[in-house]
């Protein structure tokens, strides 16, 4: 049985930084693992995703620059450092893994967690 746990998510004044983390249980080691986000009245939005080698990431163009997602493959974990955090990146986040082929789409994603939340006052 597969179980993701994701942690870290607090609240923070813009400028500061956040690290999440996503523990996973069970036959996820050989997935890709991503994370998405969902803002208050807003449709969930892909964030960040990586390899199961940790060989490739990818991002969304809203976040370049200032999100870092890697993988602890002995750990069974991801993570998503996040810098200059911004009022507009208050969300829930989540961590998924994927079974699908499209690293951007969440139908693709069959694992979720329970996500975590980041508030950031300005």
């Known amino acids: 049985q597969v179980r993701m746990v994701e942690s870290g998510g607090g609240a923070v004044q813009a400028g500061g930084s956040l690290r999440l983390s996503c523990a996973a249980s069970g036959a996820v080691s050989n997935y890709g693992r991503a994370w998405f986000r969902q803002a208050p009245g807003k449709e969930r939005e892909f964030v960040a995703a990586?390899?199961?080698?940790?060989?490739?990431?990818y991002y969304a163009d809203s976040i370049k620059g200032r999100f870092t997602i890697s993988r602890d493959r002995v750990k069974n974990t991801v993570y998503l450092q996040i810098n200059n955090l911004k009022s507009e990146d208050t969300a829930v986040y989540c961590c998924?893994?994927?079974?699908?082929?499209?690293?951007?789409?969440?139908?693709?994603?069959?694992?979720w967690g329970q996500g975590t939340q980041v508030t950031v006052s300005s």
């Open positions: 998924a893994a994927r079974t699908g082929n499209d690293v951007y789409y969440d139908g693709d994603y069959d694992y």
């Open positions: 990586i390899s199961w080698s940790g060989g490739r990431t």
